[in-house]
């Protein structure tokens, strides 16, 4: 059974996502089921609360005819009593239970083993997957955690299932208007997109674009029915292209004669006869005009491209600029970026910076959806802190979103939806409502302990990058600022702030702690975080190249301004200093003799300071591992940054969607290198806090408690959820669990193992 995990999930996923629609993606799990762990029968049943009853919606090895006719009260079969108990049933030989029921013609009776798992969804059950098998000893009570998993990942389909036929039955009661053209079918199909949960949210509005979305890349083909309507659509964006050009042209001063140059062309293209009568033929053949538009403007790039002149071949550039600037126009995007929102907007991009989210951020801001995106990535974490609900890696963002359109973003399950039906509007109504009472619930937490039922205290921090972020902290009750990154004023700024405008900062981070300890990391700037005021070298891979601590040691003088405002910033609260990418013993030297002589200017100055600060360390390079106890001789305590260490260990881009798959907090080269630097630590009497995207989740949060880690920061938001499940479990279970999984051999047994003995 242990062969038969692997990739299991991953092989669920994508099945989810290239079917075309829920029902088929049902047809096909069942089957891949049933085939990897050969069981004779796999079924999925959905719940209707309304009538307390369960249907059955796919099946492999039950009678095909069963699928829509098998109907059962929740208080008969043994399927009803997985839905009554929400927990697993399994049972050898089903037959002769008292709560076994009959169908006939069904087929199922001769089967020796039945195990049936809930679906639940948003903390609602929404149905239940059953297997069956021939041989009493082809399903064991060990295999349950298995499908439990499995179980997690069908969920989000059998509830989307379920609102697509709430759609379908309110558009079949819906009035027709004569004459009314039919929908095309790519367009029905695809009412909804699917890309990447990464927040715990759901956030509706109308969406909107940026510029910077415009590419080519994400245009795919489409059918159309009305071709007049796309040469009109086409018409009109060649129209506010132009005058968007004009209007440039006009509002710019001090224009040199190439500058104009350039406006000239670009007007003369868009006014060439030829390209717009290309472009109309594409779409003759019933094609969308953005698609006619992306095969007509890439091959005149590439011919331009594929030139002997260097003149024209650069040309190749202007041909696409001004193919983007009519895409953008086709969307509906327009030229109104940078203004304030004035109704609830999900801002729809092919990607976002950091700098950009902040930028954007205000009231009406209701959600993000992005084309690529990586779940670790900044952008993502700083959104999650501002708790905005984002889905990344979403493909067919520009075939089938319009600016304007109204969205749904399910962050929990990675669902899109543009323009839902009123019941699929109440559904998420209703549960964003579900949300907040689930919050409020965990409020009564707030000033209570993270404490395991054993009585092993945990201090739960919070991750920040805002000043701003330290309401959240108060509000969901951390113990302590975890890591304060302080590259985000940096980013925000057009020059490295002054020393007094550091000190004023952090100083003001400090008070608003109330007394809380606060870590200030130094800034971390490079990778996916770049200042638009330094001059960076062309890296191929920034993450392995300047960055860091690498970047502040190279900007020496930039360095010990910062070092100097934090450490003024000392005297008013219980402050440590974390460097980053700590990576050599020759790196925390040259940082620590750095500290030591700024304080020395500090004493001459008579300027007050913590003189007894902590420097701490941020291990999240692997190369730091094995050196450990030598680093520890420089340092007074760890942060372990989980992200990083992630991506360097397992040699996996974070933000890269193709290999997102393998980024996984559970490896077991992850948990046993976390282990030995907690194990190092706890050795050497060193303060430890564990901090990234891993500390939130409850599977590796237990694994660091069986570790011996009493530190743990993540995003403000997930503190109350991380307390109630510490105040769930034991200790003594914890480090039992913890020395099983250190012998296992991948993540799935890992994460099967766990889902086994977790609340």
């Known amino acids: 059974m242990k ?38 029968v796999c079924s999925v049943y959905a719940y209707n609360p309304y009538g307390n009853s369960l249907h059955l919606k796919a099946t492999v090895g039950l009678s095909s005819e069963s699928v829509g006719m098998i109907e059962m ?26 709560r076994y029921k009959y169908y006939e013609g069904s087929g199922e009776e001769v089967y020796k083993t039945y ?103 994400q245009v795919h083909r489409m059918k159309v029915a009305d071709v007049s309507a796309e040469v009109n659509r086409l018409n009109q964006a060649f129209e506010a292209a132009e005058v968007q050009i004009r209007d440039v042209a006009g509002h ?21 006869p030829s390209l717009k009568k290309k472009i109309v033929e594409k779409i003759g053949g019933k094609v969308s005009a953005e698609y006619a538009l992306k095969q007509v403007i890439t091959a005149y790039a590439k011919m331009f491209k594929s030139m002997d002149d260097p003149y024209l071949s650069e040309r190749s550039a202007d041909i696409l600029d001004i193919g983007r600037r009519v895409l953008a126009n086709l969307v509906g995007m327009g030229g109104d970026g940078g203004q304030a929102f004035a109704r609830d907007t999900i801002i729809v991009a092919s990607d976002i910076s950091p700098v950009d989210l902040l930028a954007i951020r205000q009231p009406h801001l209701k959600g993000i959806v992005l084309a690529k995106g ?37 962050g929990v399950s990675g669902f899109v939806y543009a323009n839902p039906s009123p019941e699929i509007r109440d559904e998420y109504t209703r549960r964003q409502e579900q949300g907040r009472l689930a919050r409020k619930k965990l409020e009564g937490l707030r000033g209570l302990p993270a404490e395991t039922a054993d009585g092993v205290t945990v201090d739960l921090g919070a991750n920040i990058g805002l000043l701003s972020d330290m309401m959240l902290a108060r509000q969901y009750g951390a113990d302590l600022i975890g890591l304060y990154r302080t590259e985000f004023p940096f980013l925000l700024r057009t020059s490295f702030p002054s020393e007094e405008e550091q000190v004023a900062l952090y100083r003001r981070v400090i008070e608003k702690s109330e007394g809380r300890s606060v870590t200030i990391r130094t800034f971390d700037v490079g990778g996916d975080k770049f200042l638009s005021y330094l001059d960076y070298p062309k890296e191929d891979n920034p993450f392995l190249g300047w960055r860091s601590i690498r970047l502040s040691l190279d900007l020496e003088d930039v360095f010990r301004v910062q070092i100097r405002s934090i450490l003024r910033a000392s005297a008013f609260g219980n402050t440590r200093i974390l460097f980053p990418m700590i990576t050599s013993v020759d790196e925390i030297r040259r940082v620590t003799a750095l500290v030591a002589e700024e304080k020395e200017n500090l004493n001459r100055a008579g300027i007050a300071y913590d003189r007894d600060i902590k420097l701490g360390i941020m291990v999240e390079v692997p190369a730091a591992v094995p050196i450990l106890d030598r680093l520890l001789r420089y340092a007074d305590y760890v942060n372990i940054g989980t992200n990083d260490l992630m991506q360097y260990l397992l040699a996996v881009d974070r933000n890269n969607k193709k290999v997102a798959v393998h980024f996984n907090a559970l490896h077991p080269a992850v948990v046993a290198t976390v282990d030995r630097i907690v194990t190092v630590c706890n050795q050497f009497g060193k303060n430890l806090c564990i901090c990234g995207e891993a500390a939130a989740v409850k599977e590796s949060i237990f694994l660091f408690i069986g570790m011996g880690a009493r530190q743990i920061s993540m995003v403000p938001s997930a503190i109350p959820e991380a307390k109630r499940f510490i105040r769930s479990v034991r200790a003594a279970d914890a480090e039992k669990a913890l020395a099983d999984c250190l012998d296992m051999e991948d993540a799935a047994e890992i994460k099967a193992y766990l889902d086994g003995c977790l609340p």
């Open 3 to 40: 062969d038969e995990q692997r990739d299991i999930l991953e092989e669920i996923l994508e099945t989810m996502t290239d079917s075309e629609n829920p029902e088929q993606s049902l047809d096909r799990i069942v089957g891949m089921i049933a085939g990897r762990f050969a069981t004779e």
């Open 73 to 98: 009260d929740v208080n008969e079969g043994l399927t009803g009593m997985v839905i009554e108990t929400m927990a697993p049933v399994f049972i050898v030989n089903p037959s002769a239970h008292p």
């Open 115 to 217: 195990l049936g798992v809930p679906l639940i969804y948003h903390r609602k059950v929404l149905g239940a997957l059953v297997v069956q098998t021939l041989a009493e000893e082809g399903i064991q009570r060990d295999d349950i955690p298995v499908f439990q998993n499995i179980a997690g990942q069908l969920a989000a389909t059998v509830a989307y299932t379920i609102l697509s036929e709430e759609r379908k039955r309110g558009e079949a009661t819906r009035p027709s208007h004569p004459g009314e053209a039919d929908e095309p079918e790519e367009e029905a199909a695809l009412s909804h997109l699917r890309g990447e949960p990464v927040s715990d949210r759901v956030g509706s509005g109308h969406a909107h674009f940026t510029f910077e979305t415009m590419d080519f890349n």
């Open 252 to 272: 710019a001063r001090g224009l040199s004669d190439q500058d104009k140059a350039i406006i000239d062309a670009h007007l003369m293209f868009l006014a060439d």
């Open 374 to 410: 990586g779940r670790t990535s900044h952008t993502v974490i700083m959104a999650r802190s501002l708790e905005i609900p984002i889905v990344i890696g979403v493909e067919g963002l520009l075939d089938h979103v319009r600016a304007g359109d109204y969205l749904i973003v399910d």
